[in-house]
C-alpha cells in the first residue's frame, strides 16, 4: 500500500496484525500550549532473534514510501529512531553518518526514523527532518512516524535508540552507540565502538556483544497516547 507525506494512515504490521491511527486528526491543542519535560530515558531489554516489526512510512527528504521490505536480504540492518533536536542525538549525528558510509560498502542498509509528536515539538516535523537530513548528508532515509504506531510496535523509548538485524530481519543487538554522552566534562567525541562491535558481528554471522541501554531524551509522545511502558524507562538517577 503507497503511503505519501500527506496520506491519512500509517500502518504498522506484526505478524498477521496491523495497527493504524489516523494522520491529521483533531489536534487536541495547539503546539504552543502543549508542554512535555525531556526525561533522561533507557531503552526497553529486547530478546535477541525478535522479527523487525513491519513499517510502511513516508521519507520526509523525497516524500516516498519506504518499507522494511525494501531491507530483506540485506547482512545487516539498522534500524534507528531519533529526532532533530535531542541533544543526545545531536551528539551523534555526524559519527552516525560516518558509521553508515563506512558499513555501507560491507553491505549495511540503514534507516531513521523520527516518531515525536509534533503536536508538542514541531521542530521534529517532516520540512525539519528534511532539512536536518540534508544539513548532515544523511545517507540513509528519514522516515516520519506520525501516528507513532512503528515506535510502539519496536518498544522504543528513547533518541537516539538502535536496533540492528540480521539477513532474516531478526534482532541481533539493542543497545548504545557508544558509552559518550552530550556535555561530559571533559566533553567526549564519539568511539562508535558498541554499535561497531554489534555490526561487525552481525556481518560475520556471530552473536552481537551484549551492550548497556541506549540513553537519550524520551520520545515525545502524543500527550494521552503514551505506551503501556512510558514511565518505567525514564531514568530515575
Not at 13 to 39: F, H, K, N, T
Amino acid at each position: 500500500m503507497a503511503l505519501t507525506m500527506q496520506s491519512r494512515s500509517t500502518c504498522v504490521r506484526m505478524g498477521q496484525r496491523r495497527v493504524g491511527a489516523p494522520i491529521g486528526a483533531q489536534v487536541i491543542a495547539p503546539a504552543r500550549r502543549l508542554s512535555v519535560a525531556r526525561a533522561k530515558t533507557e531503552s526497553v531489554d529486547l530478546p535477541v532473534g525478535e522479527p523487525a516489526p513491519y513499517f510502511e512510512l513516508p521519507d520526509a527528504v523525497t516524500g516516498k514510501t519506504v518499507s522494511l521490505n525494501e531491507f530483506k536480504g540485506a547482512p545487516a540492518t539498522l534500524v534507528m529512531f531519533i529526532c532533530n533536536h535531542c541533544p543526545y542525538v545531536v551528539h551523534l549525528k555526524s559519527a552516525i553518518v560516518d558509521v553508515v558510509k563506512e558499513y555501507s560498502s560491507k553491505g549495511l542498509k540503514a534507516v531513521a526514523i523520527s516518531s515525536n509528536s509534533t503536536q508538542t515539538h514541531p521542530q521534529d516535523g517532516p520540512e525539519k527532518m528534511a532539512e536536518d537530513a540534508k544539513k548532515y548528508g544523511y545517507p540513509f532515509p528519514y522516515l516520519f512516524d506520525e501516528s507513532q504506531d512503528v515506535a510502539k510496535a519496536y518498544k522504543a523509548a528513547c533518541t537516539p535508540e538502535f536496533y540492528i538485524f540480521d539477513s532474516e530481519l531478526k534482532l541481533t543487538y539493542h543497545g548504545q552507540w557508544d558509552s559518550t554522552r552530550p556535555k561530559q566534562d571533559p566533553p567526549q567525541i564519539p568511539t562508535s565502538v558498541d554499535i561497531r562491535a554489534a555490526l561487525d558481528a552481525t556481518l560475520a554471522g556471530k552473536p552481537a556483544p551484549k551492550s548497556r541501554p541506549s540513553i537519550g531524551c524520551n520520545i515525545k509522545w502524543t500527550p494521552g497516547k503514551e505506551p503501556e511502558y512510558y514511565g518505567a524507562q525514564i531514568v530515575k538517577k
